[in-house]
């Protein structure tokens, strides 16, 4: 898989015309697959992992069709899992969640202008939140088996692997480059580096916890090189967003899976932490060396003469102001959804779409907004509560809460991952050797 993703990296930079037809021939590859197995081993979750990890090199390199296809994949594939399989009878909040969403449609239908463009203006606002609403429903209560959730997570980090391989091959050194302090385009082949910190903020999370989970040395020494390398470029972006989700992501783990281990791991455990921190230090050290110093002034919030600026948030902070405005004016059914983008000319004479999807669902859902994040906050935090099985669960929700604050869902990256912290992972091996007990 490792060697198989190297090379599409690299022949997509040789080749740019091949990131369609390989896209095509995965998706057609996965569709193959899911119908003929009847997804029995939730081959449409790993269909959807891959192109949510994918979503953002395949938009980068020209592949997609149009810009939301990634949304509209994932949810076709969770769409045909859930008609082999089902969904559980416990999903009711999810169902509410999504019906929540369209009286936000009806309202643009009056607010948005004629002049607009309203199917993208409402594709663009709406597919993320369906597709969360489509991954929840998939994976809500829904049992995995441990080896089959590591299967997700792989084909989750393979794309984003070929996309780090494509980058390296892009611009392989910043020594002859210019450094854009506000986000790095040289180091991102032109291309967002918010998302492109984004989904290698969560490569390097997937890796490091291989670290901790996989205990195989040969495995361990490839992924302490992969870690280096997806941390450098991650850093390099300069989007800080990516990289500090990533560190939180990572800590959020740490708590519940340190807490898990029994006394005989837990110094294998403690020397492993110790090797991870001194992988990010010695990946910071040569970052600041690439980048004359530069990448200290970014996250110290200066600008390239070193002074301190006075907006840390480049901005954000304006835009939720906005948003916070239009709720409070329209309280009850909200703006409308991608009305936003609209209301942000009228009143700062700017259009910029919202780095911000809880401020969104306030401003363009109105009340139903907040009924709709209560949801989307309390329901996974009883489930967890009621089954603590999940190592990854507070780390995934980190992830969907910090990507959602700083890059909104113009990806489908959050909010797959946020289906994934609803996966009860089952463990046969634990409740193998608990039968034989109870046996004997």
Not at 103 to 112: D, E, K, L, Q, W
Not at 215 to 230: E, P, S, T, W
Request: with cysteine; hydrophobic share 50%; glycine share 10%.
């Amino acid at each position: 898989m490792l060697l198989l993703h190297f090379g599409f990296g690299f022949a997509i930079y040789l080749f740019p015309g091949f990131s369609k037809l390989i896209l095509l021939g995965i998706m057609a590859a996965f569709l193959f697959v899911i119908i003929d197995r009847k997804n029995k081993g939730n081959e449409a979750l790993m269909a959807a992992a891959y192109i949510a990890g994918g979503e953002v090199f395949f938009r980068q390199t020209g592949a997609l069709f149009f810009y939301e296809t990634g949304k509209y994949a994932v949810i076709v594939y969770l769409l045909i899992g859930m008609f082999f399989k089902g969904a559980s009878s416990k999903t009711t909040p999810y169902w509410l969640y999504l019906l929540i969403l369209f009286p936000g449609v009806v309202v643009a239908s009056y607010t948005i202008s004629y002049d607009a463009e309203f199917r993208k203006l409402i594709a663009f606002n709406i597919t993320g939140p369906v597709c969360l609403g489509v991954s929840a429903l998939y994976c809500y209560y829904k049992k995995i088996k441990k080896e089959d959730f590591q299967r997700v997570l792989l084909m989750l980090l393979m794309p984003i692997v070929a996309q780090m391989v494509y980058l390296y091959f892009y611009t392989p050194s910043m020594d002859e480059v210019r450094i854009s302090l506000s986000g790095n385009y040289a180091a991102t082949g032109g291309f967002g580096p918010n998302q492109i910190s984004t989904v290698f903020g969560l490569g390097c999370f997937l890796i490091c916890t291989r670290l901790f989970t996989i205990r195989n040395q040969k495995v361990n020494m490839i992924d302490i090189g992969l870690l280096m390398l997806m941390g450098y470029r991650a850093v390099i972006t300069f989007s800080r967003g990516g990289v500090l989700t990533a560190i939180i992501c990572i800590i959020s783990f740490l708590i519940f899976f340190y807490y898990k281990q029994d006394a005989k791991r837990i110094e294998g455990t403690n020397f492993r932490i110790i090797g991870m921190v001194s992988i990010f230090a010695l990946v910071w050290f040569f970052s600041s060396l690439e980048t004359g110093g530069l990448i200290g002034n970014r996250y110290t919030n200066r600008n390239a003469a070193g002074q301190l600026k006075e907006d840390i948030t480049t901005g954000r902070v304006e835009l939720i102001e906005t948003e916070l405005t239009a709720f409070y004016r329209n309280p009850v059914i909200g703006i409308g959804v991608g009305k936003g983008r609209e209301y942000r000319e009228e009143n700062l004479g700017i259009e910029i779409n919202t780095h911000n999807e809880i401020s969104r669902l306030l401003s363009e859902h109105g009340f139903l907004g907040i009924v709709a994040l209560c949801i989307l906050i309390f329901v996974p935090l009883v489930f967890w509560f009621k089954f603590q099985n999940n190592f990854y669960f507070l780390a995934f929700v980190a992830f969907w809460f910090m990507t959602i604050n700083h890059s909104a869902m113009r990806i489908a990256l959050p909010a797959f991952v946020y289906g994934l912290a609803l996966l009860y992972i089952v463990d046969e091996k634990k409740n193998t050797v608990h039968r034989k007990r109870l046996a004997g």
